[in-house]
């Protein structure tokens, strides 16, 4: 059962446009939404993250934007570039424990 | 990769062997995890500990299991790999902040395959 549902699987940006990748969950126990980033053969590192208390948050290019009362939130790249090309993962937490729900994951490709 | 290593980085195996991966961390982070990263499935977690000798299972627990017997130390064993088995594994650490952004460091990766 997949708790984090994302979307879509594969993305084609040219460069400079902007790139958005959704999340929808049901848990209403989660209280943190991190993205991860992951370039071929590395591990995932965390992009930005953010609580529901706030419905946007904004780091350079890179913006989560959060619907509570939807429970979906998505992750906004604008200006996308070449180096932006990995795949994105969105992830959710519950109050009570440190465990991460994943999503299935966004391939990210940006042409020159 | 934030403090975080994993040994082995690749290994190939045959089905019914046994295989441990070892991740060690330089961070003193309390929680350790695994994960294994399949194609369409994203990282699900296998197990996961919140200290020394306190572990816990994740969603894809079956035919894996754990110990921490250091602070800087997790490792996954495999008692009779399969075919199924085959993944890229990730070690995970993170302080455990409470009430706070926890964040987790990945590691590096295993690729593990099994003939």
Known sequence: ?112 | DAGITQSPRHKVTETGTPVTLRCHQTENHRYMYWYRQDPGHGLRLIHYSYGVKDTDKGEVSDGYSVSRSKTEDFLLTLESATSSQTSVYFCAISPGLAGGMDTQYFGPGTRLTVL
């Open chain 1, 1 to 112: 059962q997949q708790q984090v549902k994302q979307s879509p699987q594969s993305l084609i940006v040219q460069k400079g446009g902007i790139s958005i990748i959704n999340c929808a969950y049901e848990n209403t126990a989660f209280d943190y939404f991190p993205w991860y980033q992951q370039f071929p053969g590395k591990g995932p590192a965390l992009l930005i993250a953010i609580r529901p208390d706030v419905s946007e948050k904004k780091e350079g290019r890179f913006t989560i934007s959060f619907n509570k009362s939807a429970k979906q939130f998505s992750l906004h790249i604008m200006d996308s570039q070449p180096g932006d090309s990995a795949t994105y993962f969105c992830a959710a937490r519950e109050t009570s424990g440190s465990r991460l729900t994943f999503g299935e994951g966004t391939q990210l490709t940006v042409n020159p």
